[in-house]
């Protein structure tokens, strides 16, 4: 009993550091019918952006125009709304355009126009926003009628995921199904369509299909983050599918778990005698060293020696908190880490 209480504490420390270590993200798209905006609809597309604490929003048809004459930043007044900050791209006589909505800062933003083909279906220019956080970019955007010119912009941002290094999101009103020639090519590149596309979002009266959706990229071998929720976003009571109410599409949202990463998250780590790094421990010192490996109950469930400069990978047999306890001469050296399988 007395050597399991040796270690409850630093274990339970563990434990806790490896939960504060891990984050959830909530994403959200909304194309909000800028066209004849009010007070009361933008009220009640705030209330139900609030109501699901997104961390970023991609917004679609934000138009700046009141009466259609005078010049009124909605998007400010939306992100005052939501206590978030913004950002606009204007694509159409700087006051018609799409906008992100973000509690955090971003490191930095990019905007980027795709002017629409020569012989294009489309009636105006489309475009992107880049933004970039600590742990991933997210890309918001309002995609062409014009297939070609989709085309156009899929290829853009396949080609900057491919090389970003890090997760990459992309979200917002597509103008196409997930069987789309703009979709099939997004998953055939490696990302995937991460809300749930049987919940139709246009028209938001009578869907018929699901063109707003929130895709996902990330080249690790094993993604960061895993979908806990996903859909039309939950309403906090306003009346989403009332063009006049809110919009003509529906919100969409997807709740995301930072997923624990495989091998051995280190929450102390040696420079000096036994090192613990990836899934291998190494010795660096000149000496041989007795390493023991304790689990959460406090018993000893592998035991070995290292040679001076050894390095062995380290297996075990369940997921969880541990402690590597290594003595060489009167010295113990102790590492607590999580070891996932």
């Known amino acids: 009993m007395i050597y399991k209480r040796l270690f409850l504490f630093p274990l339970l420390l563990c434990a806790m550091l490896t939960m504060m270590a891990q984050k959830n ?3 959200m798209t909304y194309n909000i019918k800028g066209g004849g905006m009010t007070d009361t609809r933008l009220q009640n597309i705030a209330k139900v952006i609030k109501y699901n604490q997104p961390d970023v929003v991609a917004v679609q048809e934000v138009d ?3 009466l259609g004459i005078f010049r009124h930043d909605y998007l400010k007044d939306l992100a005052t709304a939501t206590d978030m900050k913004y950002t606009f791209h204007p694509l ?4 018609y355009g799409i906008g992100l909505l973000f509690r955090e800062e971003p ?3 990019e905007p980027k126009t795709f002017p629409r083909g020569a012989n294009s279906k489309d009636r105006e220019d489309r475009g992107i926003i880049i933004a970039e956080f600590k742990d991933y970019y997210f890309i918001g955007t309002h995609y062409p009628l014009d297939d070609i010119d989709r085309d156009q912009i899929t290829s853009w941002i396949i ?3 491919k090389r970003a290094g890090t997760p990459v999101f992309v979200a917002g009103d597509f103008n196409a199904k997930p069987n789309y020639r703009a979709m099939r090519t997004f998953t055939n590149n490696g990302f995937k369509i991460l809300n749930d596309v049987n919940q139709y979002t246009y028209p938001s009266d009578n869907p018929t299909g699901c063109i707003d959706m929130i895709l996902f990229y990330d080249s690790a071998e094993e993604e960061k983050y895993e979908v806990e929720d996903s859909g039309v976003a939950p309403s ?3 009346n989403i599918k009332s063009q006049s109410e809110t919009s003509d599409h ?3 949202f997807v709740q995301l778990k930072e997923r624990a990463t495989s091998g051995i998250h280190c929450l102390a780590i040696s420079r000096h005698g036994v090192e613990l790094l990836g899934n291998r421990v190494s010795n660096t010192g000149s000496k041989t060293t007795q390493v023991m ?7 000893i469930c592998r035991e070995f020696s290292l040679q001076p400069h050894q390095s062995i990978a380290l297996s075990l047999s369940k997921r969880g908190c541990y402690i590597l306890k290594a003595r060489c001469d009167a010295k113990t050296q102790v590492i607590k880490f999580n070891y996932i399988y």
Do not use: E, Y
């Open 25 to 27: 993200i909530t994403l």
């Open 64 to 66: 700046n125009r009141m």
């Open 92 to 95: 159409v006589s700087k006051v």
């Open 107 to 109: 490191i930095s933003v």
């Open 159 to 161: 080609s900057f995921a």
């Open 236 to 238: 906090g009571g306003v």
């Open 250 to 252: 529906l919100p969409v």
């Open 293 to 299: 490996i304790i689990d959460q109950q406090g018993q």
